[in-house]
Antibody, heavy 119, light 110 residues
Framework: EVQLLESGGGLVQPGGSLRLSCEAS????????MSWVRQAPGKGLEWVSG????????YYADSVKGRFTIYRDNSKNTLHLQMNSLRAEDTAVYHC????????????WGQGTLVTVSS | QSALTQPASVSGSPGQSITISCTGT?????????VSWYQQHPGKAPKLMIY???NRPSGVSNRFSGSKSGNTASLTISGLQAEDEADYYC??????????FGGGTKLTVL
């Protein structure tokens, strides 16, 4: 059974940093691209970033480019999202998702971790 | 990258069919057969319902079907059931090697 478990969310001040993690199990992690998708309170889904199975290719939405970094540790089946220079508009539940095909569709999702950016 | 355009809400009675549209551009929906659809119940993670425009993952009811014409993709749900009441989101791969979602459609089963 595929499981994705996010952690690392919390309250952070504007301009601050946070690192999210996603522990994956139930599939061969290194063989699949992974993504982060966020959902602001009461709002729709927004794709944030994606990474290939090897980690050699990364992709970002314009809204986070230059501030967020996605990376993975295939030896630990873990995906990360380093978030710097956080803004109020980054407040959202961040879901980790397994790519059915890199940056195309997501066949499994985690429950998400809440990030709140506020002073 | 602008969000894909979906109707804010649709409704139907049990047993009826409804269609949700998803309009983009030639740089996303119209340019690739990489449109997918997700169902999200309140407080839950999204669930993949359709991928690559028309394909259903294993376990998804055949009451759900997808199609595309030009820059507009569509999700059709036939034989509406109460459990289908949820938010639905489309997404598409884009020419910029990113992915864009629609704004979401709230489906109400009357």
């Amino acid at each position: 059974e595929v499981q994705l478990l996010e952690s690392g969310g919390g309250l952070v001040q504007p301009g601050g940093s946070l690192r999210l993690s996603c522990e994956a199990s139930g599939f061969t992690f290194r063989n699949h691209g992974m993504s982060w998708v966020r959902q602001a309170p009461g709002k729709g889904l927004e794709w944030v970033s994606g990474i290939s199975g090897t980690g050699g290719s990364t992709y970002y939405a314009d809204s986070v480019k230059g501030r967020f970094t996605i990376y993975r540790d295939n030896s630990k089946n873990t995906l990360h999202l380093q978030m710097n220079s956080l803004r109020a508009e980054d407040t959202a539940v961040y879901h980790c998702a397994k790519d059915g095909r890199t940056i195309s569709y997501f066949d499994y999702w985690g429950q998400g971790t809440l990030v709140t950016v506020s002073s | 990258q602008s969000a894909l355009t979906q109707p804010a809400s649709v409704s139907g009675s049990p047993g009826q069919s409804i269609t949700i549209s998803c309009t983009g551009t030639s740089s996303d929906v119209g340019g690739y057969n990489f449109v997918s659809w997700y169902q999200q119940h309140p407080g839950k993670a999204p669930k993949l319902m359709i991928y690559d425009v028309t394909n259903r993952p294993s376990g998804v009811s055949n009451r759900f079907s997808g199609s595309k014409s030009g820059n507009t993709a569509s999700l059709t749900i036939s034989g509406l059931q109460a459990e289908d009441e949820a938010d639905y989101y489309c997404s598409s791969y884009t020419i910029s090697s990113t992915l864009v979602f629609g704004g979401g459609t709230k489906l109400t089963v009357l």
